[in-house]
C-alpha cells in the first residue's frame, strides 16, 4: 500500500497531514528518507521522527447509537458520548456522525485509510435513514421533491431513493453533510420527529439492540473493503 495510506491506517495522522509529514522528510522506510506516493508493505520498516511504526489489526465496529449520546470522544458541553458504550481500542474512531438526537448505524474502525475512503464523496457510499415526520408519511410529490433536490444554506441537496413509509420515509443519501436529512425534511415542510440510520454501504443495522456494538464479521468486512477498493 502506498506509504501515506499505511501510516493513516496505523493511526499516526490523517491521510493529508501524513503526506506532510513525508514531504517534510520525518519519515523513513528501511532506514531510508521517504518520498511520497511509496509503496510499503507489511515487512518494511517505517519510523516517523525516529519511532517505528506498527500497522495494528484493522477493527471495524458496528454500534447501534441510542438518542441523546454524541458522537465524540470528549465534550464538556456532552452529558453522554457513544465511547461510553465501546470497548477500549487505540486509535478507535467513528465513521462519520449522527448528531445528538439520531439514533442507529454508527461504523468505528482503527483504519485511518478506511475511514478517509468510507466518507470522501469520491465513493458515494450510500446511507439509508428511516425518518418519522411531524407531517406523517411523505407523500410521492414530496419524495420526487427530494429526489429532485432542495437547495440548503450550503448548497443544493438530494436524495437517491425516497419510499414513503409508515408516518415518514425511507431516505438514502451518498452524502453526510450536518444535519442533512433533517435540514432537507424542513425545507419540504416535514420536520423529522425522530431518525434511525439502517445502512451505510453494504452494511445493515438489523437487529443489534440500541446501545450495543458487534465487531463486522469476515464478509461483512471484505464487502465493505472491497466497495471502497481497498481489498
Not at 510499503?40 to 519510523?47: C, N, Q, S
Not at 464538556?76 to 442507529?104: C, F, M, N, W
Not at 461483512?220 to 466497495?227: H, N, P, T
Request: net charge positive; glycine share 10%.
Amino acid at each position: 500500500m502506498r506509504l501515506q495510506a499505511f501510516l493513516a491506517r496505523a493511526g499516526v495522522a490523517s491521510r493529508r497531514k501524513a503526506e506532510a509529514l513525508i514531504r517534510e522528510g520525518l519519515v523513513r522506510v528501511n532506514g531510508e528518507v521517504a518520498h511520497l506516493g511509496q509503496k510499503v508493505g507489511l515487512k518494511d520498516v517505517v519510523e516517523v521522527a525516529g519511532k517505528r511504526v506498527i500497522l495494528p489489526e484493522r477493527v471495524i465496529l458496528a454500534l447501534h447509537k441510542p438518542k441523546g449520546y454524541t458522537t465524540t470522544r470528549s465534550d464538556p458541553h456532552a452529558q453522554k458520548t457513544v465511547y461510553e458504550l465501546l470497548p477500549e481500542i487505540p486509535g478507535l474512531h467513528p465513521v462519520g456522525r449522527l448528531d445528538r438526537d439520531s439514533e442507529g448505524l454508527l461504523l468505528f474502525t482503527n483504519d485511518g485509510e478506511l475511514t478517509f475512503r468510507l466518507t470522501h464523496p469520491r465513493h458515494g457510499v450510500q446511507k439509508v435513514y428511516r425518518v418519522w415526520t411531524e407531517g406523517g408519511t411523505l407523500p410521492e410529490g414530496v419524495c420526487r421533491r427530494l429526489l429532485k433536490g432542495v437547495m440548503l444554506e450550503d448548497g443544493p441537496a438530494k436524495a437517491l431513493a425516497c419510499h414513503p413509509a409508515p408516518g415518514g420515509a425511507f431516505l438514502t443519501l451518498a452524502e453526510g453533510r450536518k444535519r442533512e436529512v433533517r435540514r432537507m425534511l424542513k425545507a419540504v415542510g416535514y420536520p423529522v420527529k425522530r431518525l434511525l440510520r439502517v445502512q451505510v454501504g453494504p452494511i445493515r443495522l438489523g437487529n443489534l439492540p440500541p446501545g450495543k456494538w458487534r465487531r463486522l464479521s469476515s464478509e461483512e468486512e471484505k464487502v465493505l473493503l472491497r466497495q471502497v477498493g481497498l481489498e
